[in-house]
């Protein structure tokens, strides 16, 4: 059982930045893909951006394409998601994913951790 556990989430006024992390407790060949979603209260879950453990090929949302950034840590199980000139619509619950196939849809992610929440004040 893959375990994720995010951390770095909190308030922040518009315009800053933060770097939530990802822990994975274990890599496997079969969860070669790593998403970060997020879900505001009312909306349904969006997605963000994803990364491969091999390659580290990357994909944004075009809302948050040339803010944020998602990197990996292969030494330390680790996903990051640097996330620069934040605005009040990026306030959500941010979730990290684990999943098989390069792709923008949860329901093609296995494991999911808790979220950590984003608050973004105008």
């Known amino acids: 059982q893959v375990q994720l556990v995010e951390s770095g989430g909190g308030l922040v006024q518009a315009g800053g930045s933060l770097r939530l992390s990802c822990a994975v407790s274990e890599r496997t060949f079969s969860r070669n893909v790593m998403g970060w979603f997020r879900q505001a209260p009312g909306k349904e879950r969006e997605f963000v951006a994803f990364i491969t453990w091999s390659g580290g090929s990357t994909f944004y949302a075009d809302s948050v394409k040339g803010r944020f950034t998602i990197s990996r840590d292969i030494a330390k199980n680790t996903v990051y998601l640097q996330m620069n000139a934040l605005k009040p619509e990026d306030t959500a619950v941010y979730s990290c994913?684990?999943?098989?196939?390069?792709?923008?849809?949860?329901?093609?992610?296995?494991?999911w951790g808790q979220g950590t929440q984003v608050t973004v004040s105008s």
């Open positions: 994913a684990a999943g098989s196939y390069r792709s923008s849809h949860p329901s093609q992610y296995t494991y």
